[in-house]
């Protein structure tokens, strides 16, 4: 059931500061969908879409004719931004991924309930126009993955690999991002309390299988998919005309709006900031048995920040301890292989990622002309080398990988060949490069920091 209305002219003039004000309100409501993914029937339909090539440049003129008329009016909707009231209900979207298409092994994904829902605030500003920031709250309840076998009469229930989770994320999209720079142009905050995942041998197994044989399967007939895509010549005048009706908007002087691009250095395209209390991962050599090895995380996150010259990307956990439970510690208890032995409140290892542009203020003076940071630290770690511990541990993973003729390795390599060959037919440069600097240019650059590393060598006595 969906639902929309819309008010014209409801945000104009004085009512533009009035936040209870939309241009318009969307409400959706979907019940119970069940979806089959096999990659096998997904790139047959790309083969026969692929066919019909005149359609498709009819398609990629009618886009370019439409987008030519937007930016006609591009100015007015950076001034004033269309605002949007959404009520979305998803009910328990089922995803179902079989092992292969004549395999009756599949891991069904229940999405539980996903709620969209937001509304507008006003920010403060010494501007005539006042900034507007769309507000969005998404929900997930009752998320979980579990692996079941396909059967016109099911005799037994599924497995439970994730128990039920409830995910929330808040989105705010800064409407105004054309002109107010103060906030990002959408900042992104997750928050999850704990992860309990469990897997067996038979579990990794599949897992590994929908990897290699679902994702697989249809790779032959992706040659037919890797065309040089034949433009005519309505579409190639009707992209020169965009280009010359974008260039001709542009305005003059620095302060002003330029299609909606930021022009602030400092500014920020996206603030993504997510984070998980708790992780379990329990090892069982059967389903429904007692777990072999726990792998338990604490503060598992991530932070990304993109800018206009440059993104950095944080990930830290606080706390990591893995046990075996077929042998007893020092302590009496289950054997502890890995250990956070450090109790201070730093992170036990935290990895960051800069990526600066070339071209950019700052890449001499701040970046000192590098391109790429990695730089790792880790406070204090522990790790028992248990001889017999080990060989449990290797021997279930060895009863979890597939055995097949082809490996998951080989598998990988030629999906990436195919990509790469795709890639390097379908793609071409229009920017030139500029010619290097005189200076020296520092394409990657490594460091980490160990403050302690104990390692306890030792067998069953």
């Given amino acids: ?137 998404i929900s997930l309840t009752e998320f979980k993955l579990s692996r079941t076998v396909l059967s016109s009469t099911p005799s037994q229930s599924d497995i439970q690999l994730l128990y039920p989770i409830n995910l929330s994320l808040a989105v705010n999209r800064n409407l105004a991002a054309s002109w107010y720079h103060q906030i990002p142009v959408l900042e992104v905050k997750g928050h999850l309390n704990s992860m309990d995942v469990c897997l067996s041998q038979e579990d990794l197994n599949v897992l590994f299988s929908v990897l290699v044989e679902n994702l697989g399967e249809g790779g032959e007939s992706t040659a037919d998919l890797e065309q040089v895509p034949v433009q005519s010549e309505t579409v190639k005048s009707t992209r020169d005309n965009l280009q010359a009706s974008v260039t001709s908007l542009k305005p003059s002087n620095e302060s002003s709006l330029d299609l909606g691009v930021v022009k602030s ?36 996150g991530a932070e990304t920040r993109v800018g ?63 391109v790429q940071r990695l730089s790792a630290s880790m406070t204090s770690l522990d790790l028992t080398l248990h001889t017999q511990a080990l060989l449990s541990l290797m021997n279930f993973m060895s009863g979890a990988i597939p055995s097949g003729e082809t490996s998951v390795a080989e598998k990988t390599k030629e999906l990436k060949s195919s990509l790469g060959r795709r890639k390097s037919i379908s793609t071409k440069p229009d920017i030139a490069v500029p010619a290097a600097k005189e200076e020296d240019i520092i394409d990657m650059k490594l460091s980490a920091t160990l403050n302690a590393f104990n390692v306890f060598i030792c067998d069953e006595s």
């Fill in 1 to 137: 059931n969906f639902n929309l209305t819309l008010y014209p002219e409801a945000t104009q003039g004085k009512s533009y500061k009035d936040v209870s004000k939309v241009d318009g309100k969307a409400s959706l409501r979907v019940g119970c969908m069940k979806i089959v993914f096999l990659n096998k029937f997904l790139v047959s339909l790309l083969r026969f879409l692929n066919n019909f090539q005149a359609a498709k440049e009819r398609l990629s003129a009618a886009t370019a004719q439409a987008a030519h008329r937007a930016a006609t009016s591009v100015k007015d909707l950076a001034e004033r931004s269309f605002r949007l009231l959404m009520d979305i209900h998803l009910k328990a979207p089922v995803i179902v991924i079989p092992q292969s298409s004549v395999s009756n092994n599949a891991l069904v994904a229940d999405l539980g309930l996903i709620k969209i829902q937001n509304q507008f605030r006003l920010i403060s500003s010494d501007q005539e126009l006042a900034p507007v920031v769309d507000c969005m709250t």
């Fill in 265 to 300: 250095s400092a500014a920020l395209n996206l603030l993504l900031n997510f984070e998980i209390k708790k992780v379990i991962v329990q090892l069982m050599r059967q389903a429904r048995g007692s777990p072999l090895h726990v792998v338990q995380i604490s503060q598992l």
């Fill in 308 to 370: 206009i010259h440059e993104m950095t990307a944080t990930v830290y956990l606080q706390k990591i301890s893995m046990t075996c439970n077929d042998f007893k510690g020092s302590a009496g208890g289950p054997l502890l292989l890995v250990n956070s032995s450090d109790d201070t409140k730093e992170h036990l290892l935290k990895m960051e990622y800069v990526k600066a542009d070339r071209n950019g203020p700052g890449f001499k003076t701040i970046h000192n002309n590098t």
